[in-house]
């Protein structure tokens, strides 16, 4: 399975912008279904958005228009543009990766938090 570290995370005030970085090593994650989690203070792992190896994107309704998630497979590097963040953004971010072994299962492991790989977090804070 690939490894996964993010990075990128920090604090920034509402109505700001970050950009989550999260590089991969082992293998190359053209192949994966690629993705991102949080997990705000005191609830459960929400999964944020994803990317399969066709390039379909999916995204939970809160964060639609607001965060585009991309890859440079050069780079072998996952990102998550952050964009007009607000409190309820505040959580710890994880890089997560899977196999994607035919059309549309990326969107359905986000779904159902179905991810092998896990980075060890990164973590944004907005302040009002």
């Known amino acids: 399975q690939v490894q996964l570290m993010e990075s990128g995370g920090g604090s920034v005030q509402a109505g700001g912008s970050l950009r989550l970085s999260c590089v991969a090593s082992?293998?190359?994650?053209?192949?994966?279904?690629m993705g991102w989690f949080r997990q705000a203070p005191g609830k459960g792992r929400e999964g944020v958005a994803s990317?399969?190896?066709?390039?379909?994107?999916s995204y939970v309704d809160s964060i639609k228009g607001r965060f585009t998630i991309s890859q440079d497979n050069a780079k072998n590097t996952l990102y998550l543009q952050m964009n007009s963040l607000k409190p309820d953004d505040t959580a710890i971010y994880y890089c997560?990766?899977?196999?994607?072994?035919?059309?549309?299962?990326?969107?359905?492991?986000?779904?159902?938090?179905?991810?092998?790989?896990w980075g060890q977090g990164t973590q944004v804070t907005v302040s009002s």
């Open positions: 082992g293998d190359t994650i053209s192949r994966y279904c």
């Open positions: 990317i399969g190896s066709d390039g379909t994107t």
């Open positions: 997560v990766a899977d196999t994607d072994p035919w059309f549309g299962y990326c969107r359905e492991r986000l779904a159902r938090k179905n991810f092998r790989s």
